[in-house]
Structures are given as C-alpha cells and as structure tokens.
C-alpha cells in the first residue's frame, strides 16, 4: 500500500467522521496507516446533538482541508457526509457499515423497518431527548471483535446521541452526483449486512465486503484504509470514468 498512496496524496485530503455514541479517535488507525503513507488526514469531532450541527461542523473540516476531499463516514456519520458532501471540494464518498441517505431520509425512517434476522438496538431512552447504548451490551453488539480492554475503556466513554440527530433528514444526496465507496461489515450486528447492501445498491456505490463487527474502522483498519486509497486514486485520475456518480 505504500508506494500506491504517494502519487495521490499532494492533492487529496482525507476527512473521517466518526458515528454515533463515539468520537473520532477509533479512526486512529485508519488515521495512522494513510498518513504514514503521505496523506494529509483530518478527524472530525461531532458533538452528535443534531445532524444539522454534525453537518456544519464536518463542512468547517472540509474548508480547512487542502486541495481535493475523500469523505469517509461510519454509522450515523454515513448520513452526515451523504449531506455534507455536497460541497463542491469533495470527489468521492466513502461509507463504512455506514446508513446512506437519500433526500428525506434519517437514520430513524432507514431502520423503520429492521432487517431480517436484525434485533432492536440496545439503546435507552435518557426522558430528555437522548439515547444512550447500553454499555453492558456494548462489547457484543458494537464491537465483538475489540480487544477486551479497549472495549471495557469505549463502553464506559460512550456519548449520548439526540434523538434530534436520528430524526436529522438529508435535503440533498452527495451519493446522487459523486461517486460512492462502501465496505459492508459481514458480521455486524448493529446495522445488519442486509441493510447495509441494500443502501449500497441503491446508492450505486462500488462495495466491498469484509468480516468483522460495526466496528470494522478499528478492527480493520488496513482494508479500510486501501478502500479509502481506492476512491482517492479513481478520483485523482482518468478513471474516474470508470465509477460513475448514481443518478
């Protein structure tokens, strides 16, 4: 992977955002990996109260950023950046076991309907507005496959998510006119595999699978890091053709 990222990285600027419950920090492979290879990174920090603000914020990452933009979301950050990427300086989008948004669409009217085999999600309701994960099925469901004590240290740093923020609907789809990446995490068991092709599909995205938890950002992070390499090379050349957006 190291003599394939050098030729695209002068131009292009790889902006993580994290999903919710979290913060950026799980992205700290993925991060360590791209910018060992010569690739400028920045990790967005969502205060996850509402989408509208999440969206505001990742656009400050995006204007900050040098040159080209790679879009890269996790979970509920996939419909931020379905927003967000609308911006004229991103190229490409990528969604890691990430909900992809339409116009209208939230992550509350996306899940209306669980996937077959899908469980309800072991969130609590807080009575004013916010959802916390349960933290003693935060190791099994989010992340199976994290080593013990990171999974230990995450459940008991975990941030409540607004309900604002799930009910938080796209206005317009990047996914529509740029081209889309997205990596399915086979063994999830917080956003089922099914739903995470079906959004795939509809979105025309160019897919790969990978077995591993939700959290395959962390637990995979050189898959990850090569699919991002993967939509920032397409995009820095003439084959880009080749992936056309999803109209």
């Avoid at 900050?64 to 004229?88: F, K, M, Q, R, T």
């Avoid at 099994?140 to 994290?146: A, K, L, R, S």
Wanted: glycine letters at 8%.
């Amino acid at each position: 992977m190291q003599g394939d990222t050098k030729e695209a990285a002068p131009g292009t600027t790889i902006v993580l955002v994290h999903g919710a419950f979290v913060d950026g920090s799980g992205w700290r492979a993925v991060h360590d990996r791209l910018t060992r290879d010569g690739y400028r990174v920045a990790v967005v920090q969502n205060a996850i109260r509402s989408l509208e603000d999440d969206v505001a914020n990742t656009r400050r990452a995006i204007a900050a950023a040098p040159g080209n933009v790679i879009l890269v979301g996790h979970s509920y950050g996939g419909v931020i950046i379905s927003e967000a990427g609308n911006d004229p300086k991103v190229v490409a989008l990528v969604y890691v076991a990430a909900f992809i948004a339409d116009a209208g669409e939230s992550v509350q009217t996306l899940t209306a309907n669980h996937a077959p085999g899908g469980s309800k999600p072991p969130f609590l309701p807080t009575g004013d507005g916010y959802l916390l994960f349960d933290a003693s099925k935060f190791s099994q469901v989010f992340g199976q496959d994290i080593p013990p004590e990171t999974s230990s240290f995450m459940a008991a740093a975990l941030k409540p998510w607004a309900i604002a923020s799930m009910a938080g609907k796209v206005t317009a789809a990047a996914w529509r006119v740029k081209p889309s990446w997205y990596v399915v995490a086979t063994d999830d068991r917080l956003v089922h595999p099914s739903l995470q092709r079906r959004m795939a599909e509809s979105a025309g995205a160019r897919v790969v699978e990978v077995g591993g938890s939700h959290a395959i950002y962390m637990t995979q992070p050189e898959t990850i890091a090569m699919t991002i390499v993967q939509a920032a090379k397409a995009t820095a050349s003439s084959s880009l053709e080749a992936y056309p957006p999803h109209r």
